[in-house]
């Protein structure tokens, strides 16, 4: 009856399959493209240095987050795409505004041809019949 709304690639998520624990490191290493190995690394150094506060956060997280629904992406540019968004999204959005700033003078190139075909054509007409009458 009701359709299920996409997952958000823009979302983050805990990644229990992929996850030692309750996947929160592995989560956030899908989400920024990082290694997750790097990411555990990160957080030891971070429970060694500040055991409460990371302690706290990582299991507020894990009770937070969703779990990763299986099918996230469409496709791998889909994936690689929604990471650049998330790593740089300045750039992203720069690319983003060039290609669509190429595709529109495309189209208006296009346009101009095809109206200016148009144009000459109906001229054409009109200087038919007002030789005819």
């Given at each position: ?8 690639p ?43 506060p990371t302690?706290i ?33 300045s ?6 505004h ?27 007409f ?8």
């Open positions: 009856m009701f359709e299920r709304s996409r997952p958000s823009s979302k983050l998520y805990r990644n229990r399959r992929k996850g030692k624990i309750a996947g929160v490191c592995a989560g956030v290493a899908d989400y920024t493209g990082i290694p997750a190995l790097l990411v555990r690394a990160l957080a030891v150094v971070a429970l060694i240095m500040f055991s409460l302690l956060i990582y299991f507020g997280a894990a009770w937070l987050l969703d779990d990763a629904p299986e099918q996230l992406y469409d496709s791998p540019e889909e994936e690689t795409f929604w990471r650049r968004v998330r790593a740089t999204p750039s992203t959005m720069h690319d983003l060039h290609r669509f700033l190429s595709n529109e003078r495309r189209l208006r190139r296009i346009e101009a041809q095809i109206t200016a075909k148009e144009f000459d054509l109906r001229r054409k009109r200087d038919l019949e007002a030789g005819s009458t």
